[in-house]
C-alpha cells in the first residue's frame, strides 16, 4: 500500500523545537522528491521545505536557518526537525512526495506553538 503517515507534532511554547516524522511505504524516497507543507487556518498552502532524489535540499524563506529537513533511507521516512518555533508556525503539517506538484500526500499532524 502507498501511504504517507506523518507523526510528532503538539504544542510547543514560542522558541521550543519538535521534529516530525513522514513514513513512507510502497515507494523508496531515494525516488521522489519530496516536500513538507503547512496549511494555517485561513490560510493556502505553503511549502515549507524540500529535497530532491539525491538529496539536495531547499527551504521556504520563513523557515530558512530555523528548520532542517532529512531523510533515513533505510527507515524510509522523512524528517523535519523545527527549531526556534514561533507562533506564526501554527499550521497542519503535511509531507507530500514531489516539489512544485505532489502525486500524493499525508494525512498530515497539527503543530501549535503558543505560550
Known amino acids: 500500500q502507498v501511504q504517507l503517515v506523518e507523526s510528532g507534532g503538539g504544542l510547543v511554547q514560542p522558541g521550543g523545537s519538535l521534529r516530525l516524522s513522514c513514513a513512507a511505504s510502497?515507494?523508496?524516497?531515494?525516488?521522489?522528491?519530496m516536500s513538507w507543507v503547512r496549511q494555517a487556518p485561513g490560510k493556502g498552502r505553503e511549502w515549507v521545505s524540500g529535497?530532491?532524489?539525491?538529496?539536495?535540499?531547499d527551504y521556504a524563506d520563513s523557515v530558512k536557518g530555523r528548520f532542517t529537513i532529512s531523510r533515513d533511507i533505510a527507515k524510509n521516512t522523512l524528517y523535519l526537525q523545527m527549531n526556534s518555533l514561533k507562533p506564526e508556525d501554527t499550521a497542519l503539517y503535511y509531507c507530500a512526495r514531489g516539489r512544485a506538484t505532489y502525486s500524493m500526500r499525508g494525512q498530515g499532524t497539527q503543530v501549535t506553538v503558543s505560550s
Open positions: 529535497i530532491n532524489y539525491i538529496g539536495v535540499r
Open positions: 510502497g515507494f523508496s524516497l531515494s525516488s521522489y522528491s
